[in-house]
Nanobody, 121 residues
């Protein structure tokens, strides 16, 4: 299982970025896919998740109403659309995939390499 993240960058506060987590060599059939953020000097924390089994989603309180997670019909890519970005959204964003049809957010599985998001004021 290999995940490839892309879409990070630097943006002014209030701007938008679109992160992608692509499955390499497999599809996200019945997977829990999560985006996690690791800010400098802090632990990695969950931001948003989606179940490709039934479409359930999860958002942390800090991103509700600003971020949207989705999966394409082919179930090969999960996208995190990030709007109204704030400086506190800065960090390395990782995706995690776990093959399960029970939970929304993955607990174990394969991590991607991460993509840097920097929001400046």
């Amino acid at each position: 299982v290999q995940l490839v993240e892309s879409g990070g960058g630097s943006v002014q506060a209030g701007g938008s970025l679109r992160l992608s987590c692509a499955a390499s060599g497999f599809t996200f059939d019945d997977y829990a896919i999560g985006w996690f953020r690791q800010a400098p000097g802090k632990e990695r924390k969950g931001v948003s998740c989606i179940s490709t089994h039934d479409g359930r989603t999860y958002y942390s309180d800090s991103v509700k109403g600003r971020f949207t997670i989705s999966s394409d019909n082919a179930k090969t890519t999960v996208v995190l659309q990030m709007n109204s970005l704030k400086p506190e959204d800065t960090g390395v964003y990782y995706c995690l995939a776990e093959e399960t049809d029970y939970v929304v957010c993955p607990i174990v599985g394969s991590w991607g390499q991460g993509t840097q998001v920097t929001v400046f004021s």
